[in-house]
């Protein structure tokens, strides 16, 4: 079953979305997806992690409907984003 997307906004005012599964104050394991992906390749994943971690994913800018064309796609930009 997907799990629930829900959006994050950013200092800059961008809004990305997110998945988060298990302990909110478990020890974090972030996941990243690859090219032309989104936050929900990992569903099915994050079932298999014990409920004492706090699993997330976040979709990157210009993935699943996140274009952001006036922006850079530089890896120092998808840095800034995850941090």
Request: proline fraction near 6%; charged fraction near 25%.
């Amino acid at each position: 079953m997907p799990l629930k997307r829900a959006t994050l906004r950013l200092a800059d005012t961008r809004e990305l979305s997110y998945i988060e599964h298990g302990d909110p104050h478990g020890i974090p394991l972030i996941f990243l997806h690859g090219l032309a992906d989104s936050c929900h390749t990992f569903d099915l994943l994050f079932a298999c992690f014990p409920e004492q971690l706090r699993t997330l994913a976040y979709t990157q800018r210009g993935h699943d409907g996140i274009d952001l064309p006036g922006l850079s796609y530089r890896t120092e930009d998808f840095e800034t984003d995850l941090l």
